[in-house]
């Protein structure tokens, strides 16, 4: 079974903190996700990498960054954290290829920022 | 500029009846279609997809159905249960680049018995 991994369910933060939000997989997966949940909104694709030290800006990047420096681990990274960075952060990850269509997601992260 | 759309926040339907959630998508650039489940405090889990070469995808009570003219797509899921009760997502993989999903807004199916 694939196993996504986020280091934190719940974690409580101050306006202007740098925070780190971990998130590893077992399953030797190329591609790795973060998004963020939002009520209304769904889930919105802020980073994506497809191999190490790789990555790519998706949807909603500002305010955050990446590092994935081995290929299990990918970290989102909140430079100073806001409010409206409270959030549900979900790491996903997947293998490439034609006919590899589902992504696995960890529990997810449950930010609040006060 | 929201490329997958789920109209419906919320469903309600009899335990044993079917539910029928429903999906639009305004980019072509998508090879496959995907379902995923989720219950509060936990991760989205995979339930059911579909390439767009096809119509239909039978999995057991689910069954996903494309209509490729009409951008939409459904998820139907017969018989309701009580343990079906969770918010359904709709997703569309791009193409190109690292495949990433483009996620709709959520359905929160609830069944009643």
């Known amino acids: 079974d694939v196993k996504v991994t986020q280091s934190s369910r719940y974690l409580v933060k101050r306006t202007g903190e740098k925070v780190f939000l971990e998130c590893v997989q077992d399953?030797?997966?190329?591609?790795m996700f973060w998004y963020r949940q939002d009520p209304g909104l769904g889930l919105r694709l802020i980073y994506f990498?497809?191999?190490?030290?790789?990555?790519e800006k998706g949807d909603i990047p500002e305010g955050y960054s990446v590092s994935r420096e081995k290929k299990e681990r990918f970290s989102l990274i909140l430079e100073s954290a806001s409010t409206n960075q409270t959030s549900m952060y979900l790491c996903?990850?997947?293998?490439?290829?034609?006919?590899?269509?589902?992504?696995?997601f960890g529990q997810g992260t449950r930010l609040t920022v006060v | 500029d929201q490329q997958v759309k789920q109209n419906s926040p919320s469903l309600s339907v009899q335990e044993g009846r079917i539910s029928i959630l429903n999906c639009d998508y305004t980019?072509?650039?998508?090879?496959?279609f995907l379902w995923y489940k989720k219950y509060p405090a936990e991760g989205p889990t995979f339930l059911i997809s579909?390439?767009?070469?096809?119509d239909k995808n039978e999995d057991g009570r689910f069954t996903v159905f494309l209509n490729k003219s009409a951008k939409h797509l459904s998820l139907h899921i017969v018989p309701s249960q009580p343990g079906d009760s969770a918010v359904y997502f709709c997703?569309?993989?791009?193409?190109?680049?690292?495949?990433?999903?483009?996620f709709g807004q959520g359905t929160r199916l609830t069944i009643n018995p």
């Open positions: 579909i390439s767009s070469i096809k």
């Open positions: 399953m030797d997966h190329e591609n």
């Open positions: 990498s497809y191999d190490v030290k790789m990555k």
């Open positions: 980019n072509s650039m998508f090879d496959y």
């Open positions: 996903a990850s997947s293998l490439p290829g034609q006919s590899n269509t589902e992504a696995f």
């Open positions: 997703a569309a993989r791009l193409i190109q680049g690292a495949q990433k999903l483009v």
